[in-house]
């Protein structure tokens, strides 16, 4: 179920602001929202609007640094997702120093529409998955077996380290370990210091993240100088092997203006962080709560079996048909995603005073997605919706599958605390990051 954020200008003419309030000071509701995410109750946040103003689907509140209105319900969210003419996008200022002034959040709906267009068909089209498939597959095995090798593993962090290798290679055609390691570091402590208060002082999340992005930067702006370098010498190479840098790099407007070193990297920066934070935590609970149920977990292996028996003699590895036509495997997904929540909001802003049922919306705007979810046609929106739906869909359902299939078939987890604290701060995560070991099936 979804749940937005809007941010409000204050002073309403004809229609009303939704009910709610606007908690302290300076803090707003950042403190009860805090406290909530980093209790064993992250609801209660909510609950405490649904008690006190009723199941009104909106809520007046101070997030993130700007008055705001919280939007709960699907069909409010899909409004507001879908009117590009009254929504831009309102990320709060502290996100977008982490995450890039010139990143897809940061840049003007023009602008937007075309770097979406070069950069969403190399990552999401068929051709491109099929290409990918290959790579993923060959990634998948080969880490499932190291890591049935290594003992006691943090889960989380390895497939995270798997996920980023994916995207790493889509983009930069890089498989250098250290450079890798190095950087995905980086992304943790970035990722630790957008959900958290933009404090930008010495000790805090915040204050690391800034600096983690100044490292990110440095790392990405000597990657692109030294592409465009090698490309110089080549100019005319056909047999360069061409990846999304190399798009990027050759880019021009209606102007003939190309894209300058500060904005490739933010769009790096961003894409590579989206893509392998989200794709990394979904494998991870998909394998805890099919562990967690033995019955799903039979389902879910025999029908990769099946689809194994049914295979003409030869095949090795999977086809993208055959990842395509995975419909129980498909909805263990689906329902992973809807039961963790991986994109807790997103933020618009209204560009005007716009009316949605009773209330008025005005200024920024975010989306939960929340737990007491009615199923409706329509309402399970895990990757977004309108001009800013996730472009990396597909591939993530690509990733997820091919892992779950290699690990149904072969392996089993071990948790070393299966009940473990839950951290649902920057994401929803154990504590000890899913600390076990994998073990083959003999
Ligand atoms: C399970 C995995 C994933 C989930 C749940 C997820 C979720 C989302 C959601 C909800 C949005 C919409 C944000 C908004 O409306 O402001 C989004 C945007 C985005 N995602 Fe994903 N995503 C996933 C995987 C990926 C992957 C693998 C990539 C990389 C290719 C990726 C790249 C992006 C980018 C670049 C955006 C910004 C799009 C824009 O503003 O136009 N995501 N994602």
């Not at 009860?32 to 009723?54: C, E, N």
């Not at 996008?89 to 070069?118: A, C, D, V, Y």
């Not at 790099?249 to 070193?261: F, N, V």
């Not at 392998?276 to 079996?305: D, N, R, V, Y």
Request: aromatic content about 10%.
């Amino acid at each position: 179920n979804h749940l937005l954020y809007e941010t409000a200008q204050l002073g309403s003419k004809r229609f009303a602001l939704p009910p709610g309030n606007l908690g302290w000071p300076f803090i707003g509701n950042m403190w009860s929202f805090l406290r909530a995410f980093k209790s064993p109750y992250p609801d209660s946040f909510m609950d405490s609007f649904l008690s006190r103003y009723g199941n009104t689907g909106m809520y007046k509140a101070f997030m993130f640094g700007s008055p705001s209105v919280i939007v709960t319900s699907a069909e409010a969210c899909k409004r507001v997702l879908n009117d590009d003419e009254a929504f831009g996008s309102g990320w709060p200022p502290s996100t977008m120093k982490l995450i890039g002034e010139n990143s897809f959040i940061g840049i003007s709906n023009q602008e937007h529409k075309r770097l979406r267009r070069i950069t969403a068909a190399p990552v999401n089209g068929y051709d491109a998955l099929a290409t990918y498939l290959t790579y993923i597959e060959k990634i998948v095995v080969s880490s499932l077996d190291k890591w049935g090798n290594m003992g006691e593993i943090e889960f989380l962090t390895e497939l995270r380290k798997l996920t980023f290798k994916i995207i790493m290679y889509i983009f930069l055609s890089s498989e250098s370990e250290t450079i890798m390691e190095a950087l995905e570091r980086e992304y943790t402590m970035l990722n630790l210091g957008v959900r958290a208060m933009a404090i930008n002082i010495p000790g805090f999340a915040y204050y690391k993240a800034l600096k983690a992005r100044k490292n990110l930067e440095a790392t990405f702006g000597s990657i692109v100088r030294g592409r465009r370098m090698e490309r110089e010498r080549k100019e005319n190479s056909k047999t360069m092997k061409r990846d999304m840098l190399d798009a990027l790099l050759e880019a021009e407007d209606e102007d003939g203006r190309r894209l300058s070193d500060e904005e490739i990297i933010d769009v790096l920066i961003m894409y590579l962080n989206a893509g392998h934070e989200s794709s990394g935590h979904t494998m991870m609970w998909a394998t805890i709560f099919l562990q967690q149920h033995p019955h799903f977990l039979q389902k879910a292996k025999a029908e990769q079996e099946e689809m194994i028996k049914k295979r003409p003699v030869g095949q090795k590895g999977l086809t993208l048909k055959e990842v395509r036509q995975m419909p129980y495997l498909s909805k263990v997904i689906d329902e992973t995603l809807r039961v963790v929540t991986f994109s807790l909001t997103v933020f618009r802003e209204a560009k005007h005073d716009v009316k949605i049922s009773a209330y008025k919306l005005s200024n920024s705007l975010l989306s939960f997605l929340f737990n007491d979810f009615i199923p409706k046609a329509g309402s399970f929106l895990p990757f977004g919706a309108g001009s800013r739906l996730c472009p990396g869909n597909d591939l993530a359902k690509l990733e997820i599958s091919v892992f779950l299939h290699y690990f149904l078939l072969n392996y089993k987890l071990e948790r070393v605390n299966p009940e473990s604290p839950i951290r649902y701060l920057p994401h929803s995560k154990p504590e000890d990051n899913c600390l076990g070991r994998i073990k083959r099936l003999v």
